[in-house]
């Protein structure tokens, strides 16, 4: 599982080769989405980070998904998208841990 807080998680994704640069790019969006949404306190861009209940998560194969969740009537809505044969999940919860996560 990859947790993405700031501009330089989504950096170290790209370097590390192993997502579509689509996905990437997508993951980057959201995480700017969130900044222009949230940034009450005009907080430099490069100095912005996420708190863990807003981060994105990244699933990899062999996570425990559902044990991470922990309670899935907390699931406030899934929405699945398609990028590159890539099947991903947005998923947002109505509090806890894990807010915004994306899963392939």
Do not use: W
Request: with cysteine; hydrophobic share 40%.
């Amino acid at each position: 599982m990859r947790i993405i807080q700031c501009l330089a998680d989504i950096e170290y994704l790209r370097a590390e080769k192993t997502l579509p640069m689509a996905l990437i790019k997508e993951i980057e969006q959201d995480c700017l989405g969130i900044y222009d949404a949230e940034n009450y306190d005009d907080i430099y861009l490069l100095n912005f980070r996420l708190p863990l209940v807003q981060a994105l998560f990244v699933f990899e194969k062999g996570d425990d998904v559902v044990g991470r969740l922990n309670n899935v009537f907390e699931l406030e809505n899934i929405e699945k998208y398609r990028i590159e044969e890539i099947d991903y999940y947005r998923c947002r919860l109505r509090k806890g841990e894990l807010s915004n996560s994306i899963t392939h």
